[in-house]
């Protein structure tokens, strides 16, 4: 959510944002709605004051055993305006509340400006994509040769983008999440956190998928609770309401969890295998931070992204993304994108977000200065450490051979029990 005296004192702000993300919103609305609020507060002002005095001259005129029966009538008529102004200026202040919910974040000024992915912007590459001897494989013709990944019983238990792991599939799964898990808790200085896979309408309303994209969400029926797309939602509100010491920022923290998608607007788009699923494992982070600080926590977390592919000998590419690829919540975005030779491209792995205050507001997560003060709006940042899912795709292609055996890279095998090569039955 953003501040909402920029949005008063300076619209032409907010609205060079809104152009910037290509965004069709347009702040008349809100200026309507607060200047009506504000003009009905004003009148609200205006009447109590002179409820005030002619309260006074009732008083005045009945001590002095005057006629005040007209006034206390006028009086009564006035309180019930100034009743319906209340209820009114109310109802415009929840208004202006729910427009400020559906306004994206502003995005840093070293954010490129651009339309879509195409005007992303790569600004580091590790590794060197593998070169085979044969055509290589995708990823869901491997794990099936292997016996290892099974879309049709998923489909039966489930239905499309779904899948069932089994053997060393699912051992090499739950490697990955041990593997992210145990590196950022013992090397990158995270605490490690296991939330509700399920959570309230308030906790979305915070991270900011609800409202806006409650079309991509799962709702549990009969209950006002959502499944979570991602650990950062109960992360990010693990402090809602609170007011932190300067002095423990920043706050790390990550979690394994279960993330549940609609995909609501991915229509035809990675239909087959592990890339688009209603249901995925990933390992999250998330930081708060003091305002001053944030910018240097998205680099080191976007290190920690960076350094999980490189212990599992991945190529990558780290792009920041452009104004009108960026999230709603974000001022600024690195997408690390990791190689898949069985699609000849790159393909996202790794999201990581700077959302300033624009959380916090909404959360209400603040700090108390050191010297004592009034409390700030911490900053939070977000981050995949990494999907257990993607990662496992990018393992299989990458270290596939030609006999249709996949070695396991040096970092796991100790997750793996020692194997090393995952060979044909």
Sequence with gaps: MLDLKLLQKQPDVVAAALAARHSSISLDEFLSLDQRRRAALAEV??????????????????????DASALVEELGALSDRIKALDAEAEALKDDVAAWMLTI?????ASVP?????????????????????????????????????????????????FSVSRGWAA?????????????????????????PFMVNRATMQGTGQLPKFAEDLFKIENWDHYLIPTAEVPLTNLHAGEVLNEEDLPLQYTAGTPCFRSEAGSYGRDTRGLIRQHQFIKVEMVH??????????????????ETLLERLELPYRTITLCTGDMGFSSAKTYDVEVWLPGQNTYREISSCSNCTDFQARRANIRFRPKGGGKP????????SGLPTGRSFVAVLENFQREDGSIRIPDALQPYMGGVRVIRPE
């Design 45 to 66: 002002e205006a009447l109590k004051s002179r409820r005030n005095t002619e309260s006074a001259e009732v008083a005045r005129r009945k001590k002095a055993g005057e």
């Design 104 to 108: 994206p974040n502003i995005p840093d």
């Design 113 to 161: 400006v651009g339309k879509d992915e195409t005007d992303n912007v790569e600004v580091r590459r590790w590794g060197e994509p593998p070169e085979f001897s044969f055509p290589p494989k995708e990823h869901w013709e491997l794990g099936a040769a292997l016996n290892g990944l099974d879309f049709d019983r998923a489909g039966k238990l489930a239905g499309a983008r």
């Design 171 to 195: 051992r090499l799964e739950r490697a990955l999440m041990n593997f992210y898990l145990d590196v950022q808790t013992t090397e990158f200085g995270h605490t490690e956190i296991l939330p």
């Design 288 to 305: 708060f931070a003091h305002p001053s600080r944030s910018w240097e926590q998205l680099e080191t977390m976007r290190r920690y992204a």
């Design 376 to 383: 700030e709006f911490v900053h939070t940042l977000n981050g």
